[in-house]
C-alpha cells in the first residue's frame, strides 16, 4: 500500500487534464515589465536601482529587506521608468519597479547554454550564499525564502531532504511538467542542496496520479547515492509542508514547532530547479513556469513566464478570458486567491497557476445550519475541529481557539471542501488566526521586557 | 467583460449536501422497511404513510407560522424523522396515536429546539418514549408476522422475543426458549415486533451501505454491538447456550435499528473519534441494564435518549491531532 499522510485529507477531482503533458511554453516578453518587491514571506526587498537606470536580464534591482527577504532581480533587459505601486490581484497597491523593455539582453555572467553542468565544487555554505543571492524562494505556494531553511536554527540538526513533486492542488501541471522536462535539473539541485544541509539522503515525494513523472524520476534518482522516489497515495493536501513529511518519513512536526523538528527539511521540485540554475549557471530567480488552465480556456499549458508580465498579457496568449468566466484565480482552486485585477497584476514568484472558473462552478448554495455531520473533523489534516473553532470565532472565543489549537490549521480549505451544509467555516477561523497569532506575539513582547 | 466574482478560497466543493446524506440513510432504510411490508402488510405502509406525511407537515407549519422561517423540508431530514418514527412503531398502532407522536416529535424533539442542528435529543426517540409513555398498551401489543394477511385495524397480536428473554432472565425458567422464534427467523424478519426491528439482515445491510458511503462512522454501531454481546455473553442464564443467547439479544428489539440508524443520528451523537465509541459503549451498557434488570423488556430508546444528554460532554473530547501520533 502506497504511502500518505495519516490523519484527515480529501479527494477534489484532479481537472489536471486540460493542461497535462502540455510542454513548455516561452510565453512573450512584456512591453514593460513590473517587478513587485514584495514577492516572498518577509520583508519587501529595497531597490537599488534608480529610475532612468539602464538593465539587464539578471540584474540586481532591489536587495533583501533582512534575513527573512529575499533579493528580486529584472527579468527583462530595458530602462528603469519608475519605482511606484502597481494594483495587485487584489487590486491592492503594491510597490513595484517599472522596466521598459528593450531587446533581451542578459547579464554575460549568466550561462544560457543547455548544457547539464554536473559537478559543483563549491562549499556548503558558499551554495546557500548563492541560492540566497539568486533571490531563490519556495515555489511551492508558501514563498518562503529557501536560504533560510536551509540554515537550521543552532541544536538541530538537518538528517533528509524530502522534495515536493507532489502537486496536490487541482488543475495544476506545472510541477509535473517541470519534472518531465527537467528531471535531470532537479535532481542536481537535489543534490547541491543536500550537500549544502549536509544529508546524504533525499526522498521525492510524487503522487499516484503522476505515473510517467515517477518513472521517470525513478530512473533518474537511481543513478544516485541517498535519492529515492516516493509513490505517495492521491489524497490532498499532501503537498503541504507537514503532511509531506508525515507521508514520507512518518514523523509528524509538533504543534507549533518548525519542520526542522523532524529532521527533514522540504523543497519543492521547482525551487530545486531553480537552485540549479542558480548555483550551476548563475541565473537568480526571474522566471517560473506557470499552469495556465481552466474548463473553457483556448490553449491551456505550461507557460515559462518572465517575473513582471502583466496578466492582461498572459489572459491574451491563452486566447482572452473564456466566455462565461466567474471567477480568475491565481494558484489552484483549493488555496489560490480570487482576482479582481486581471489587468496590470504582474506575474512573479507566488503565481503558480491562472485558473479560468466558468460562472456556474462559482457559486454557492446558501449556508444551512450545522447539522454536526463531524466531516469536517474527519477532513482536516490537522486533527481540528473546524466546526467548533468556526462556533468560537463567532463569539469572539480567542482564549478558547487557542486551546483547541487555531494556529494549527495551514488554511488547506478541506473543511470547506466537504461541508455538506456549506457553511463558511474558514472566514471565522482565519479571524481567529490573526487574533491568537496577535496575541501571541503581544505575550512574546511582553515576557522579554 | 463582466465584473468578476471573488471569494475567500477554497473555490471548489465536493459537491456533498445535507439532502444528499439525509437521502443515503432513507435509502438505507429501505430494504427493512421492505422486509417490515412483507412482514405487515398494508399496515406497515399506512404506518409510515401517516409518519412522514405527519413529520413533513408538521415541521412546515412551525417553522413557517411559528418561527418565521423559510421551511426546509426539502433537506428530508423530517421525511427521515418520520420514516424512523414510523419503523419503531407497531405496524397497528391506531392512525392518530402515530399522528401525535410525529407532531411531538417533530414539534418538542425537534422545532422547540431551534430545527435542525439545534436538538438535544433524537426526535424519532423522543415521540417514540412519549408514545410508549403515553400509550403503554398500544405500544407494546405487537401485530404478529401474516405478511398482506395482517389485518391493520384488528390485527393478530402475541409476544417479541424479547418478552420471553426477559422472562427468561428474571426467573430462570428456560422452558421459555422453546417459545422463541427460530433464529432463522428473527435474523430474516419473520417475527412479531415494530416495523423496524423484525429484519436484523436488512438492518445490516443499510448499515454497511451507510459505512461504504462514508455517511456514517462504524465507531458508534460496533461499539454498541460488541458491547451488547459482551454483555449478554457474561449475562447469559444457566441451561441456556451462549451464542444462542447473545444472538437473540443482538437480533431482537430495537438494538440493530437502534445502533444503525438511531443512534447515528449526526445531530444528537459526538463528532469524534473516541466520544463516539465511549458514548456507543454506555448505550451498550445501559440497554443491557434495562434488559437485564429494569421494568420495560428493552431499553434502547431510553439508552439512546441519556446518552443523548450527555454528548455536549462527549464532544469535549478532542480527535486525534496531527502531531501526536506515535511515531511509526
Given at each position: 500500500?502506497?504511502?500518505?499522510?495519516?490523519i484527515?485529507?480529501?479527494?477534489?477531482?484532479?481537472?489536471?487534464?486540460?493542461?497535462?503533458?502540455?510542454?513548455?511554453?516561452?510565453a512573450?516578453l512584456?512591453?514593460?515589465?513590473?517587478?513587485l518587491?514584495?514577492?516572498?514571506?518577509?520583508?519587501?526587498?529595497q531597490?537599488?536601482?534608480?529610475v532612468?537606470?539602464?538593465?539587464?536580464v539578471?540584474?540586481?534591482?532591489?536587495?533583501?529587506?533582512?534575513?527573512?527577504?529575499?533579493?528580486?532581480h529584472?527579468?527583462?533587459?530595458?530602462?528603469?521608468?519608475?519605482?511606484?505601486?502597481?494594483?495587485?490581484?487584489?487590486?491592492?497597491?503594491?510597490?513595484?519597479?517599472f522596466?521598459d523593455?528593450?531587446?533581451?539582453?542578459?547579464?554575460?555572467?549568466?550561462?544560457r547554454?543547455?548544457?547539464?553542468?554536473?559537478?559543483c565544487?563549491?562549499?556548503?555554505?558558499?551554495?546557500?550564499?548563492?541560492?540566497?543571492?539568486?533571490?531563490?524562494?519556495?515555489?511551492?505556494?508558501?514563498?518562503?525564502?529557501t536560504h533560510?531553511?536551509?540554515?537550521?536554527?543552532?541544536?538541530?540538526?538537518?538528517?533528509?531532504?524530502?522534495?515536493n513533486?507532489?502537486?496536490?492542488?487541482?488543475?495544476?501541471?506545472?510541477?509535473?511538467?517541470?519534472m518531465?522536462?527537467?528531471?535531470?535539473?532537479?535532481?542536481?539541485?537535489?543534490?547541491?542542496?543536500?550537500k549544502?544541509l549536509?544529508?546524504?539522503?533525499?526522498?521525492?515525494?510524487?503522487?499516484?496520479n503522476?505515473?510517467?513523472a515517477?518513472?521517470?524520476?525513478?530512473?533518474l534518482?537511481s543513478?544516485v547515492?541517498?535519492?529515492?522516489?516516493?509513490?505517495?497515495?492521491v489524497?490532498?493536501?499532501?503537498?503541504?509542508e507537514?503532511?509531506?513529511?508525515?507521508?514520507c518519513?512518518?514523523?509528524?512536526?509538533?504543534?507549533?514547532?518548525?519542520?526542522?523538528?523532524?529532521?527533514a527539511?522540504?523543497d519543492?521540485?521547482?525551487?530545486?530547479?531553480?537552485?540549479?540554475e542558480?548555483?550551476?549557471?548563475?541565473?537568480p530567480?526571474?522566471?517560473?513556469?506557470m499552469?495556465?488552465t481552466g474548463?473553457?480556456?483556448?490553449?491551456p499549458?505550461?507557460?515559462?513566464?518572465?517575473?513582471?508580465?502583466?496578466t492582461?498579457?498572459?489572459?491574451?496568449?491563452?486566447?482572452?478570458?473564456?466566455?462565461?468566466?466567474?471567477?480568475?484565480?491565481?494558484?489552484?482552486?483549493?488555496?489560490?486567491?480570487?482576482?479582481?485585477?486581471?489587468?496590470?497584476?504582474?506575474?512573479?514568484?507566488?503565481?503558480?497557476a491562472?485558473?479560468f472558473?466558468?460562472e456556474?462552478?462559482?457559486?454557492?448554495?446558501?449556508?444551512?445550519?450545522?447539522?454536526?455531520?463531524?466531516?469536517?473533523?474527519?477532513a482536516?489534516p490537522?486533527?481540528?475541529e473546524?466546526?467548533?473553532?468556526?462556533?468560537?470565532?463567532k463569539?469572539?472565543?480567542?482564549?478558547?481557539?487557542?486551546?483547541?489549537?487555531v494556529?494549527?490549521?495551514?488554511?488547506?480549505?478541506?473543511?470547506?471542501?466537504?461541508?455538506?451544509?456549506?457553511?463558511?467555516?474558514l472566514?471565522?477561523?482565519?479571524?481567529?488566526?490573526g487574533?491568537?497569532g496577535?496575541m501571541?506575539?503581544?505575550?512574546?513582547?511582553?515576557?522579554?521586557? | 467583460?463582466a465584473?468578476?466574482?471573488?471569494?475567500?478560497?477554497?473555490?471548489?466543493?465536493?459537491?456533498?449536501?445535507?439532502?444528499?446524506?439525509?437521502?443515503?440513510?432513507?435509502?438505507?432504510?429501505?430494504?427493512?422497511?421492505a422486509?417490515?411490508?412483507?412482514?405487515?402488510?398494508?399496515?406497515a405502509?399506512?404506518?409510515?404513510?401517516?409518519?412522514?406525511?405527519?413529520?413533513?407537515?408538521?415541521?412546515?407549519?412551525?417553522?413557517?407560522?411559528?418561527?418565521?422561517?423559510?421551511?426546509?423540508?426539502?433537506?428530508?431530514?423530517?421525511?427521515?424523522?418520520?420514516l424512523?418514527?414510523?419503523?419503531?412503531?407497531?405496524?397497528?398502532?391506531?392512525?392518530?396515536?402515530?399522528?401525535?407522536g410525529?407532531?411531538f416529535?417533530i414539534?418538542?424533539?425537534?422545532?422547540?429546539?431551534?430545527?435542525?442542528?439545534?436538538n438535544?435529543?433524537?426526535?424519532?426517540?423522543?415521540?417514540?418514549?412519549?408514545?410508549?409513555?403515553?400509550?403503554?398498551?398500544?405500544?407494546?401489543?405487537?401485530?404478529v408476522?401474516?405478511?398482506?394477511?395482517?389485518?391493520?385495524?384488528?390485527?393478530?397480536?402475541?409476544?417479541?422475543?424479547?418478552?420471553?428473554?426477559?422472562?427468561?432472565?428474571k426467573?430462570?425458567?428456560?422452558?421459555?426458549?422453546?417459545?422463541?422464534?427460530?433464529?432463522k427467523?428473527?435474523f430474516l424478519?419473520?417475527?412479531?415486533?415494530?416495523?423496524?426491528?423484525?429484519?436484523?439482515?436488512?438492518?445490516?445491510?443499510g448499515?454497511?451501505?451507510?459505512?461504504?458511503?462514508?455517511?456514517?462512522s462504524?465507531?458508534?454501531?460496533?461499539?454498541?454491538?460488541?458491547?451488547?454481546?459482551?454483555?449478554a455473553?457474561?449475562?447469559?442464564?444457566?441451561?441456556?447456550?451462549?451464542?444462542?443467547?447473545i444472538?437473540?439479544?443482538?437480533?431482537?428489539?430495537g438494538?440493530?435499528?437502534?445502533?444503525?440508524?438511531?443512534?447515528?443520528?449526526?445531530?444528537?451523537?459526538?463528532?469524534t473519534?473516541?466520544?463516539?465509541?465511549?458514548?456507543?459503549v454506555?448505550?451498550?451498557?445501559?440497554?443491557?441494564?434495562?434488559?437485564?434488570?429494569?421494568?420495560y423488556?428493552?431499553?434502547?430508546?431510553?439508552?439512546?435518549?441519556i446518552?443523548?444528554?450527555?454528548?455536549?460532554?462527549?464532544?469535549?473530547?478532542?480527535?486525534?491531532?496531527?502531531?501526536?501520533?506515535?511515531?511509526?
Amino acid at each position: 500500500m502506497k504511502n500518505t499522510f495519516c490523519i484527515g485529507g480529501v479527494h477534489p477531482h484532479d481537472n489536471k487534464s486540460y493542461s497535462a503533458h502540455k510542454a513548455i511554453v516561452e510565453a512573450p516578453l512584456p512591453k514593460q515589465a513590473v517587478i513587485l518587491l514584495s514577492q516572498h514571506i518577509g520583508a519587501p526587498a529595497q531597490p537599488v536601482v534608480a529610475v532612468g537606470d539602464k538593465v539587464q536580464v539578471g540584474t540586481l534591482l532591489a536587495k533583501a529587506g533582512g534575513f527573512v527577504s529575499a533579493p528580486v532581480h529584472s527579468s527583462v533587459s530595458g530602462k528603469v521608468v519608475k519605482i511606484d505601486n502597481v494594483l495587485d490581484g487584489q487590486g491592492v497597491p503594491a510597490p513595484a519597479i517599472f522596466i521598459d523593455v528593450e531587446g533581451d539582453e542578459w547579464l554575460p555572467t549568466i550561462d544560457r547554454s543547455k548544457t547539464l553542468i554536473h559537478e559543483c565544487a563549491l562549499e556548503p555554505k558558499d551554495i546557500i550564499q548563492k541560492i540566497q543571492d539568486a533571490g531563490i524562494v519556495g515555489l511551492g505556494g508558501a514563498c518562503f525564502p529557501t536560504h533560510v531553511k536551509l540554515m537550521p536554527p543552532p541544536g538541530k540538526k538537518a538528517e533528509v531532504l524530502i522534495v515536493n513533486g507532489v502537486e496536490c492542488e487541482p488543475y495544476l501541471t506545472n510541477d509535473h511538467q517541470l519534472m518531465l522536462e527537467h528531471g535531470e535539473e532537479i535532481i542536481i539541485g537535489i543534490k547541491l542542496v543536500m550537500k549544502a544541509l549536509g544529508v546524504n539522503r533525499a526522498i521525492i515525494g510524487i503522487e499516484a496520479n503522476k505515473p510517467d513523472a515517477i518513472e521517470h524520476m525513478q530512473s533518474l534518482a537511481s543513478k544516485v547515492l541517498g535519492v529515492e522516489v516516493r509513490a505517495l497515495k492521491v489524497k490532498y493536501p499532501q503537498g503541504g509542508e507537514k503532511q509531506l513529511i508525515d507521508a514520507c518519513i512518518g514523523r509528524q512536526v509538533p504543534s507549533g514547532a518548525l519542520p526542522i523538528e523532524t529532521g527533514a527539511v522540504v523543497d519543492n521540485v521547482a525551487t530545486l530547479y531553480a537552485v540549479y540554475e542558480a548555483v550551476q549557471k548563475n541565473k537568480p530567480l526571474i522566471s517560473r513556469v506557470m499552469t495556465i488552465t481552466g474548463k473553457n480556456v483556448q490553449k491551456p499549458g505550461n507557460y515559462l513566464v518572465r517575473f513582471g508580465t502583466p496578466t492582461a498579457q498572459l489572459v491574451e496568449m491563452v486566447g482572452g478570458v473564456p466566455a462565461g468566466t466567474g471567477e480568475v484565480i491565481a494558484g489552484g482552486p483549493m488555496m489560490g486567491r480570487s482576482m479582481s485585477n486581471i489587468e496590470t497584476m504582474p506575474a512573479n514568484k507566488r503565481m503558480s497557476a491562472l485558473l479560468f472558473m466558468p460562472e456556474n462552478e462559482c457559486y454557492r448554495p446558501q449556508p444551512s445550519p450545522c447539522i454536526r455531520c463531524a466531516k469536517c473533523i474527519d477532513a482536516c489534516p490537522m486533527g481540528l475541529e473546524p466546526y467548533l473553532l468556526s462556533r468560537l470565532a463567532k463569539g469572539e472565543e480567542w482564549e478558547e481557539m487557542e486551546k483547541h489549537r487555531v494556529m494549527d490549521c495551514i488554511d488547506c480549505g478541506s473543511c470547506v471542501f466537504t461541508c455538506p451544509a456549506h457553511r463558511p467555516l474558514l472566514d471565522g477561523i482565519r479571524a481567529g488566526k490573526g487574533k491568537v497569532g496577535a496575541m501571541i506575539r503581544e505575550r512574546q513582547a511582553a515576557a522579554k521586557k | 467583460m463582466a465584473q468578476l466574482l471573488t471569494s475567500a478560497a477554497p473555490h471548489v466543493h465536493s459537491g456533498d449536501t445535507v439532502q444528499k446524506n439525509m437521502l443515503f440513510v432513507i435509502l438505507a432504510l429501505l430494504p427493512a422497511f421492505a422486509v417490515s411490508i412483507i412482514a405487515f402488510g398494508w399496515s406497515a405502509l399506512i404506518t409510515a404513510a401517516i409518519c412522514i406525511a405527519a413529520c413533513v407537515l408538521t415541521e412546515w407549519c412551525i417553522s413557517k407560522y411559528m418561527l418565521g422561517q423559510q421551511p426546509s423540508i426539502t433537506d428530508l431530514s423530517a421525511v427521515l424523522t418520520g420514516l424512523l418514527l414510523a419503523m419503531n412503531l407497531p405496524s397497528n398502532l391506531p392512525w392518530w396515536m402515530a399522528l401525535i407522536g410525529c407532531i411531538f416529535a417533530i414539534g418538542v424533539g425537534k422545532m422547540a429546539f431551534g430545527g435542525i442542528g439545534q436538538n438535544l435529543f433524537n426526535p424519532a426517540l423522543v415521540g417514540r418514549v412519549f408514545l410508549l409513555i403515553s400509550f403503554p398498551a398500544a405500544m407494546t401489543t405487537w401485530p404478529v408476522a401474516k405478511g398482506f394477511a395482517t389485518s391493520y385495524l384488528d390485527a393478530e397480536t402475541g409476544a417479541t422475543p424479547l418478552y420471553y428473554l426477559k422472562h427468561i432472565t428474571k426467573t430462570g425458567d428456560v422452558s421459555f426458549v422453546d417459545q422463541l422464534p427460530a433464529f432463522k427467523d428473527a435474523f430474516l424478519g419473520m417475527m412479531g415486533g415494530s416495523l423496524g426491528e423484525v429484519c436484523a439482515l436488512a438492518l445490516i445491510i443499510g448499515g454497511i451501505f451507510l459505512i461504504c458511503t462514508r455517511v456514517i462512522s462504524w465507531h458508534i454501531p460496533v461499539s454498541i454491538i460488541a458491547t451488547v454481546a459482551l454483555l449478554a455473553w457474561i449475562a447469559t442464564p444457566e441451561g441456556m447456550g451462549a451464542h444462542e443467547f447473545i444472538a437473540y439479544q443482538l437480533c431482537s428489539g430495537g438494538l440493530m435499528l437502534g445502533a444503525i440508524f438511531m443512534a447515528t443520528d449526526y445531530v444528537t451523537s459526538p463528532m469524534t473519534a473516541w466520544g463516539k465509541i465511549i458514548y456507543g459503549v454506555a448505550i451498550g451498557v445501559v440497554v443491557m441494564v434495562i434488559r437485564l434488570w429494569g421494568s420495560y423488556p428493552e431499553g434502547m430508546s431510553f439508552a439512546i435518549l441519556i446518552m443523548n444528554a450527555v454528548v455536549p460532554l462527549l464532544d469535549r473530547i478532542a480527535p486525534k491531532r496531527f502531531g501526536e501520533v506515535a511515531k511509526k
